[in-house]
């Protein structure tokens, strides 16, 4: 029987590679763990204990359903940052809003707008929504934010999306950058704006809070707060946007203990500040160790820092060398930032092994 | 400034509404906490011991992400069912799942078939990637497996989705009925068996586990385990269209917590038989009850039961009074199903409850 059952086919042309490697899966594969896992900007910092013991707690009511409104999370965001509930939406992480923003936007065969190797999950929907991506080089390791709007005045894009701070150089632009993009924007186009890192950003790279049919910010609670694994994010939009989400989400996609977890580390400020402090010291120490190494680092508003090799080979070479030395590290693979590789920030501990590592690296370069 | 960010025409065209009000949502609308809470076919025998006792332990790992490839999860789940890795895929619920073939299998325009009134989330995914819903009633309180393999064939789906056993009538039918309709199926038409609730069928309703490139299995972690609101489901088919799954699938999807939490709960089987036992006891008490009232029930192989309250007017009377009375259950809404209220299994205190409640509302009809 010749098996006729097809994909569609914007699913049947998608390549089976995947937006990211889980260090899990490098390790099964390589056979070891690492000594240190400074590749996937988790938290080296952990998760409030006001959280874990909230999460705790949950850990036995996991038979009842989640509230698929998540409304005691959403009236406590909207408290935080002085908005209407109905401006926020809750999802399993910005990952996942991303493709509902994409989804919601932008039809097969039109087109987003990015920098050319911005956020891989970004371009992970857009391919798979069969949406066509344009992208221009980052310029001088931060976006372009120029080039950005002229790419999306010619390709008529509906989407431009930027993150700031920005993965995976961890530089960011002004927030009055950012504004006048935003009054510059078509008017068929909306900016997603990730503020994944937004917490260990300078004041002046975050625009004032206020409402606008034209941007959708995304947040996070896999960064600052600590909680990769748990895949909370959440949309602040216009209420027509709100809405336009609610008719595409998956209603029960974040789970109990995320939930209440989320709302607890929201509770916990005083952890979230030290967390930021932590970060702030451990990318001065990262820059101390670029400095001596020879290996300069971008400015960083996040909890990563870039390290400069100079070019390209040289910068695979330390990933993989580091790798084998039991350091997960990433690095960008498009140029100009392929002469790059990303550290997150360690604890104390983990950014000693790394600086042990990296100079044995350097010295067999 | 005209506002021309519009949405996509298929977004745009979609209901504002949801499948599934939450009982959350209700108690906020009305005011008050439900006594018994036996609508949405949640678990009323919690959850492993064991499985708890991993999510407390991951509680405070939360700052790393969760494995994207699902690995242990997946090789437990395969070892399970003596079937490859690669036939599996996990999910945050079968909801999550559904949506994906949907998006994989079901071009805009194109058909899916289901019951009518069946699972209201097969047909919120349906609406939502702009498909067509071919439905056909049920019959005789099962589903009408000649009549929807006719409306298949006639309509061209690509889609067949039965759930079996059935959600919202608790019916079901044999294996060998379910394999004729396999055998029968239009060569470009996928079947999507949905067994949410086969642990609590007969042996018979459950056809042998074969991995066929025609037919998609999803089994989740919310009923006999107890874990509705942890958010894990699974897709069992061959490697072609698993592959597909993870062409669009959101690989960060499954939380942590909840990947732990289920694979401890599938190493705790006797737990589960244990609330397959406890589910059979209560159906009994429910049909006991149901006789002793006038509302004769339909056969179950689930942890709910139907009962049949003659018409449709009735049927909404008592559903609303047991609101009223601090019971929530829920109800079809489509015919000839509407004359029906579906109840979960709850615990004998639960059941003492609904029963008290139900007589003083068949009292007062």
Known sequence: M??????????????????FVGPEAIERRIGRTFDARLGANESAFGVSPKAVEAMRREASRVACYNDPENHDLKMALSAHHGIRPVQVVVGAGIDDLLGLAVRMFVAPGQTAVASHGAYATFIYHVDGFGCRLVTRPYRDDVNDLDALLSAAKESDARLLYVSNPDNPTGTWREAEDIERLIDALPSTCTL???????????????????????????????????????????????????????????????????????????????????????????????????????????????NFVTFDAGHRERAEMILASLQEKGVFVRKPGAPPLDRCFRVTVGTAEERAIFEERLTLVVKDL
Chains 1, 2 share one sequence.
């Open 192 to 302: 997603l704006l990730d503020e994944a890192y937004v917490e260990f950003a300078p004041a002046s790279a975050i625009p004032r809070m206020t409402i606008d049919p034209r941007v959708i910010r995304f947040r996070t609670f896999s960064k600052a707060h600590g909680m990769a694994g748990l895949r909370v994010g959440y949309a602040i939009s216009d209420e027509r946007v709100a809405q336009g989400f609610d008719k595409v989400r998956l209603h029960f996609g974040v789970n109990r203990v995320a939930q209440v977890g989320a709302l607890a580390s929201l509770g916990d400020m005083d952890f979230v500040c030290d967390v930021v402090e932590r970060v702030e010291a451990g990318r001065k120490d990262y820059d101390r160790i670029g400095r001596a190494l020879g290996l300069p680092t971008l400015p960083s508003g996040t």
């Open 2 to 19: 010749t098996d006729k059952r097809e994909f569609t086919s914007i699913v049947e042309a998608l390549p089976t590679t995947i937006p």
